[in-house]
């Protein structure tokens, strides 16, 4: 069987296990979080709870550009990365089943393809879906309706998001597959030292995933913490072109990084 | 694949299909109904006072991007980089972090106007105030609100260069009396959207992607014009003025006078103009499109001229100043 057939078998397999795994559910319930939150926005206008009278509201497009940032950009889609990259191959050396797939008649690299693909497949059917929701649910906040205008922003989240969570995938799958505890390192790397790294001046923020996603992000960050008062300062966003060969190099070198590991290491199976 | 992940699949991709399938027919038709199309205007007119004498909009990104503003560029290339100055005084790149501008002009008791511009987009609010205090600017809390002002500035001007960040991408510049004012609306709500007269003339505009509303006879009132001058004037009430720039530029220029005689006369005058145009234009094939589109309308008070200017014209504008640029030969 050729590299892309065996993948695709991988791919086939895997895919059912991660949608139904105990993470996913877990996760689904983290996603459906930000659509909670949209629900909770709308009935508070429609019941004026919320919102008092001759105060002007929020801005729909506004709150909607602060959840893309905080919540699915900085915590979201390194969340799904770490939590399903880091598992490709540490779930099945935990589980003791990867004996089995190193033992059929097909490449070892087929095998981190086939489950990278169907990590995002899986990730994205879980948050694309999500973030159209919230779009339509929050936008219409506030003074007029703009989701005709910021129509072509949605495209760009989408678009970005996805990029977003090959490249965080890419990343950990290598790490996964390289490293005994994949998940403490991995949620350390994303969620503490990434946007440390992002804060401090000096060049070390150019081997981050979020510096090159952050020049997709085609909403304004939001200015109201000490934070992103910092980031402000040692901001230095990359140009668009720049950000996407960043991402393109990370996607493929964290893959190739990946395959080579498994290809080589020996997996010992704890007793 | 099992039974269960083929329905999840299906059913994330048909969240995805509808709401973008939605998306589009918004983008590109606008439904009716206010859901989905921006029925009451930009939202930034919660910002614009209730009594001001002239309103104007326009969708910054996309005019800058559109084929017509390139060939005018060409067509007419502008010396002296002012965009450039405008970047380097205020950090602000107009081509890429404005999306749209909201402005305003508000007739104040002593005669003179409050300017004030809204502006959506990307800015650093760290960087802009840097600038501004570099060229002079002060910074004082003005209703829980950094106010950033600049009061070395033209005697002629009457006032001070205020400039606030009123939310996140959301930036408003002008006199101080006016970004003053626009830290007050966001309290006490009595904004442009109660002004009943003008908001229903924005929604019987056919907006494009730049507009403007204004009430001449109060403007008139603040350019202290001679009275020679001023009862020369037409009695225009409210004028209007919207237009569409992509691949040409087409819109409408809407006058209401204040009764319909005016209205005729103003008529009578417009179709001298046109006839007058069309006879000086004869040898210019260039401005003969443009004059040909024009086309005059309206009844009762109204009076409306259309227009459009398709993108040929700059290229032939362009085609002829670099032939008359160019030396002859010898």
């Known amino acids: ?271 | 694949m099992t039974t269960r992940t083929r329905y999840f699949v299906i059913t994330s991709l048909l969240v995805l299909t509808v709401g973008l399938g939605t998306g589009l027919l918004a983008y590109y038709v606008g439904v009716p109904g206010g859901f989905l199309v921006d029925r009451d205007g930009p939202e930034e007119l919660q910002y614009v006072p209730r009594d001001a004498a002239l309103l104007a909009y326009a969708d910054v990104r996309e005019i800058m991007t559109s084929d017509v503003r390139e060939k005018i560029r060409r067509a007419m290339p502008v010396h002296g980089d002012g965009q450039a100055q405008f970047q380097e005084q205020t950090g602000i790149n107009i081509e890429s972090d404005i999306d749209h501008v909201v402005a305003s002009l508000q007739p104040l008791a002593d005669g003179t106007t409050a300017g004030l511009v809204v502006a959506r987009g990307r800015f650093s609010d760290v960087k802009i105030e840097a600038l501004m205090r570099e060229h002079g600017a002060q910074v004082e809390d003005y209703n829980g609100k950094r106010l950033i002002e600049n009061h070395e500035i033209p005697q002629q001007v009457g006032d001070t260069l205020a400039l606030t960040f009123l939310e996140p991408g959301l930036v408003a510049v002008g006199s101080g009396w006016g970004v003053r004012a626009a830290i007050d609306l966001q309290k006490s709500g009595e904004n442009v959207t109660k002004n009943t007269e003008l908001m229903d003339l924005m929604r019987s505009l056919d907006r494009g992607n730049a507009w403007t509303i204004g009430r001449l006879d109060l403007l008139r009132t603040g350019w202290r014009l001679p009275p020679q001058v001023a009862n020369q004037l037409p009695p225009i009430t409210w004028f209007s003025i919207s237009s569409r720039v992509d691949s040409s530029i087409s819109g409408t220029v809407r006058a209401d006078t204040r009764d319909e005689e005016a209205a005729n006369n103003l008529r009578d005058v417009v179709r001298g103009f046109l006839a007058l145009a069309k006879l000086q234009t004869g040898s210019r094939p260039e401005l003969q499109t443009l004059v040909q589109s024009l086309e005059l309308g309206g009844t009762g008070k109204t009076v409306a001229l259309s227009f459009s200017v398709p993108g040929a014209v700059f290229d032939a504008f362009g085609a002829n100043r670099e032939s008359a640029e160019k030396p002859p030969a010898h």
């Open chain 1, 1 to 271: 069987m050729n590299l892309l057939t065996s993948a695709a078998r991988i791919f086939d397999l895997s895919l059912g296990q991660m949608l139904w795994s105990r993470r996913s559910v877990f996760l689904g319930l983290v996603v459906g979080g930000p659509i909670v939150l949209a629900v909770a926005l709308r009935l508070a206008e429609a019941s004026g709870l919320m919102f008092a009278p001759n105060r002007p509201r929020p801005a729909g497009a506004m709150i909607y550009g602060m959840m893309i940032w905080l919540l699915y950009v900085r915590f979201l889609v390194p969340v799904l990365g770490v939590f399903y990259g880091t598992s490709l191959i540490a779930d099945e050396v935990d589980d003791k089943t990867i004996t089995y797939l190193f033992t059929r008649p097909i490449q070892r690299t087929a095998v981190i393809i086939g489950k990278y693909l169907a990590y995002l497949v899986c990730t994205v059917l879980l948050l694309l879906p999500s973030v159209v929701i919230v779009f339509f649910l929050v936008v219409p906040l506030g003074r007029g309706a703009t989701i005709a205008r910021m129509f072509p922003t949605l495209l760009t989240d989408l678009g970005m998001l996805a990029l977003g969570l090959a490249a965080y995938g890419a990343v950990f799958a290598f790490v996964g597959a390289r490293l005994k505890r994949p998940l403490v390192v991995g949620l350390i790397f994303a969620l503490g030292c990434e946007p440390a790294v992002l804060i401090a001046p000096g060049y070390l923020k150019r081997a981050t995933v979020a510096y090159y996603l952050q020049t997709l992000v085609r909403h304004e960050m939001p200015q109201n913490s000490p934070g992103a008062a910092l980031l402000q300062i040692f901001n230095e966003v990359p140009p668009l072109s720049t950000s996407l060969i960043g991402l393109a190099v990370i996607v493929g070198l964290g893959l190739w990084l990946a395959g080579r590991t498994v290809e080589s290491r020996e997996y010992v199976l704890e007793q």
